[in-house]
């Protein structure tokens, strides 16, 4: 009897266990394997191992990202002169609430993360850092901010709201279909001493590319 029979001459209940084990051992990284579901291509949180080319473009993301946050760092030094000083804001990425159901059951919602923001004046600001995203990678990513709509005085808590869009990576065209590119909208609660609550939404673009809302804790720097 070979291994297939055996498996089908098991229970049902002892033959899902073990078709869970063999996706968990053949797809370690798959959050459908740990969740018991099948590996499709093309399904949701399908993760199969990377080819080299696979690899080559992630690392290119990477460093293109990489390349941004470095600009990025380089105007602001440049641009932080007396006249026009900007405040630097240190950003703790935190989690994020995805709006399809099957993403809340087998996407990853924790999402650690750091980074800097510089902060020009009340509409334009520049940010980057890195996170653990929700397939369960590493991103970096360098984005503008644009917030044009304010309620409430600087210095009491007041909204700033807007936009967000830069570049990101350590996802594939399957799951973010315009990556690198990435944007959605932006609202920022704040606090009379200046730290905040960073809100960015991003809405489904169908039933297999889930929105999401993720959550940010702002602090000021200077």
Not at 11 to 30: D, F, K
Not at 61 to 80: F, P, R
Not at 85 to 113: I, V
């Amino acid at each position: 009897m070979d291994s297939t029979n055996s498996i089908r001459s098991l229970p049902p209940r002892a033959r899902a266990v073990v078709l869970r084990l063999m996706l968990m051992a053949l797809y370690p990284n798959s959050p459908r394997a740990v969740a018991g579901l099948p590996d499709q291509p093309g399904m949701p949180g399908f993760d199969p191992p990377e080819g080299p080319k696979r690899k080559n473009q992630r690392g290119f993301a990477h460093v293109l990202v990489l390349a941004m946050l470095a600009a990025i760092a380089i105007a602001g030094a440049l641009v932080a002169t007396p006249a026009c000083a900007g405040t630097w804001r240190l950003d703790l990425n935190m989690a994020s609430y995805h709006t399809e159901a099957w993403a809340r059951r087998t996407l990853n919602q924790r999402n650690p993360g750091v980074g800097l923001a510089w902060q020009a004046n009340r509409t334009w600001a520049i940010a980057g850092g890195a996170y653990w995203n929700s397939y369960r990678r590493e991103t970096v990513y360098a984005l503008v901010e644009w917030t044009p709509l304010h309620i409430g005085k600087v210095g009491r808590w007041h909204i700033a709201a807007g936009l967000a869009g830069g570049l990101v990576s350590g996802y594939r065209t399957d799951e973010v279909s315009m990556e690198p590119l990435a944007g959605g909208a932006l609202i920022r609660i704040i606090t009379p001493a200046g730290a905040a609550l960073n809100l960015v939404g991003v809405p489904n673009q169908d039933a297999n590319h889930t929105g999401f809302i993720g959550v940010q804790l702002s602090f000021p720097l200077q």
